[in-house]
């Protein structure tokens, strides 16, 4: 079986305040790590994604993920959040099929 | 614009009718890809179409179906809808299925059933 596993549900941050998210995957084989994020009222967008090599990944808008092989996870950080990062969060592992967590919510305060 | 078009944006059914979705995926791609998102979920694999077959599929019951033509667009067909089937459907598309290659997601059609 293959499923993702995604820590928080709704995180509310300050302006400039680091981030972290939290991803946790099960899956007996290789596998291919995303991070995805939907903001308000649009569709979702590719934040970053791992295949293979150096396990800390850098994305877009100043996301990076590191993935931890021994731990099955796939952390988001961002040094200092802005107003602009408030959006849903998905983690997505692909082994044999694509996997969605069930999303956190941020929502960073001015 | 992530150039994946989906219609009808939104759709209000009701329990025991059928439901035909359309995709139009970005130019270029040739897999399809139909996921079932419902509020404060996560989207959830239904089936993947490529080469006009499908090729993966999800856990779910075989009311829905799908097809591809041969320009790669793509319809999800749910029949005998159930209240539960309320949520939004996105279709996502990508060249030669996954590896390697970036996904492109659209906006997806609400579907309420009442």
């Known amino acids: 079986a293959q499923s993702v596993s995604q820590h928080n549900h709704h995180v509310i941050l300050s302006e400039a305040a680091s981030l972290e998210l939290g991803c946790n995957y099960s899956?007996?084989?290789?596998?291919?790590l995303f991070w995805y994020v939907q903001y308000p009222g649009q569709h979702l967008q590719l934040l970053l994604k791992y295949f293979s090599g150096d396990p800390l990944v850098k994305g877009i808008k100043g996301f990076e993920a590191e993935f931890i092989k021994s731990k099955f996870s796939f952390n988001l950080r961002k040094p200092s959040v802005q107003w602009s990062d408030t959006a849903e969060y998905f983690c997505a592992v692909e082994g044999y099929k694509l996997s969605f967590g069930a999303g956190t919510t941020v929502t960073v305060r001015a | 614009d992530a150039g994946v078009t989906q219609s009808p944006t939104h759709l209000i059914k009701t329990r025991g009718q059928q439901v035909t979705l359309r995709c139009s995926p970005k130019s270029g791609h040739d897999t399809v890809s139909w996921y079932q998102q419902a509020l404060g979920q996560g989207p959830q694999f239904i089936f993947q179409y490529y080469e006009e077959e499908e090729r993966q599929r999800g856990n779910f019951p075989d009311r829905f179906s799908g097809h591809q033509f041969p320009n790669y667009s793509s319809e999800l067909n749910v029949n005998a809808l159930l209240l539960g089937d309320s949520a939004l459907y996105l279709c996502?598309?990508?060249?030669?299925?996954?590896?390697?290659?970036?996904?492109?997601f659209g906006e997806g059609s609400w579907l309420t059933v009442v």
């Open positions: 996502a598309s990508t060249l030669g299925g996954y590896s390697g290659n970036t996904i492109y």
């Open positions: 899956y007996g084989g290789t596998v291919n």
